[in-house]
T-cell receptor
């Protein structure tokens, strides 16, 4: 069945360091890979996404890379700041005939000042 | 506020009771999704609509769960004969018209506690 695995479950970094979160997906028909940030008690919000025709996308301090052959994608945050502390979820579209997103289990990122 | 709104925000009920949640999506969005989220987990897909048509329902979803979107605008999610395992945050999301899956805009969620 469709599945998205996300690692690590928790990540602690010092302010200014980089953080990397990795996800793998099972459905080779998946073609859309967003990342959501969820602060405590808040709704998930999209921070960056990538489609399968692109290998990398960058937006200021965040970037996402996609390896379709290996079926994995990663989120990179550089120059981390305390306000980056949150739970991050990766997701993959459910295939060519569905509009649903399958989410990973989440990574709790803590940026220590 | 023109975002996705959900009602009620919190619901406490006794086991065996029925509960209903409502979601009002962003007005121009034609897709509407229901997800369930428990503590420390990612959102779990329940079902989604394109306009008034329910296009997909999770195989893991019990028959006690039913969702409707009668006029292609707001949606309701009903849980019958609630169980303690139904306690979770129920998230609604909507996305814009388009052939490809795109950004989901989430509501604040409806937190269900079953005693």
């Amino acid at each position: 069945g469709e599945n998205v695995e996300q690692h690590p479950s928790t990540l602690s970094v010092q302010e200014g360091d980089s953080a990397v979160i990795k996800c793998t997906y099972s459905d080779s028909a998946s073609n859309y890979f967003p990342w959501y940030k969820q602060e405590l008690g808040k709704r998930p919000q999209l921070i960056i996404d990538i489609r399968s025709n692109v290998g990398e996308k960058k937006d200021q301090r965040i970037a996402v890379t996609l390896n379709k052959t290996a079926k994995h994608f990663s989120l990179h945050i550089t120059e981390t700041q305390p306000e980056d502390s949150a739970v991050y979820f990766c997701a993959a579209s459910g295939g060519s005939n569905t509009g649903k997103l399958i989410f990973g289990q989440g990574t709790t990122l803590q940026v220590k000042p | 506020d023109t975002g996705v709104s959900q009602d009620p925000r919190h619901k406490i009920t006794k086991r065996g009771q029925n509960v209903t949640f409502r979601c009002d999506p962003i007005s121009e969005h034609n897709r509407l999704y229901w997800y369930r989220q428990t503590l420390g987990q990612g959102p779990e897909f329940l079902t989604y609509f394109q306009n008034e048509a329910q296009l997909e329902k999770s195989r893991l979803l019990s028959d006690r769960f039913s969702a409707e979107r009668p006029k292609g605008s707001f949606s309701t999610l009903e849980i019958q004969r609630t169980e303690q395992g139904d306690s979770a945050m129920y998230l609604c999301a909507s996305s814009a018209r388009g052939a490809n899956t795109g950004e989901l805009f989430f509501g604040e969620g409806s937190r269900l506690t079953v005693l």
